[in-house]
């Protein structure tokens, strides 16, 4: 079973950056399992989104037209990492951002809470 930690989540200003992360645990049993992987994000009152996606070959995809240009994301597979640099954040964007398989979603982690606002 793999279990996703995010952090690096906050409060900034619109215009600010954040760096988040992403966290993979695997059991035994699943070792040398490794994904292509997606930064998803919820708004309050919204439903949960894809952001964008990063397979195991390093090829990323956003599929939020609104992020392209302003997110980055990219993974440390040696260090099972996933990572989300946000740049030219908006209020748009806040949201709880998750980590997950992509395209069949496992369990979901916590989450971290992104709030763009002046």
């Not at 989540?9 to 070792?31: N, Y």
């Not at 997950?100 to 496992?106: A, D, E, T, V």
Request: net charge positive; proline share 4%.
């Amino acid at each position: 079973q793999v279990q996703f930690v995010e952090s690096g989540g906050g409060l900034v200003q619109p215009g600010g950056s954040l760096r988040l992360s992403c966290a993979t645990s695997r059991t035994i049993g699943s070792i040398g399992s490794i994904y292509n992987m997606g930064w998803y994000r919820q708004a309050p009152g919204k439903q949960r989104d894809l952001v964008a996606t990063i397979t195991v070959g390093g090829s990323t995809n956003y599929a939020d037209s609104s992020v392209k240009g302003r997110f980055t994301i990219s993974r440390d597979i040696a260090k099972n990492l996933v990572y989300l640099q946000m740049n030219s954040l908006k209020p748009e964007d806040t949201a709880v951002y998750y980590c997950n398989k992509f395209p069949s979603p496992s369990s979901w982690g916590q989450g971290t809470q992104v709030t763009v606002s002046s």
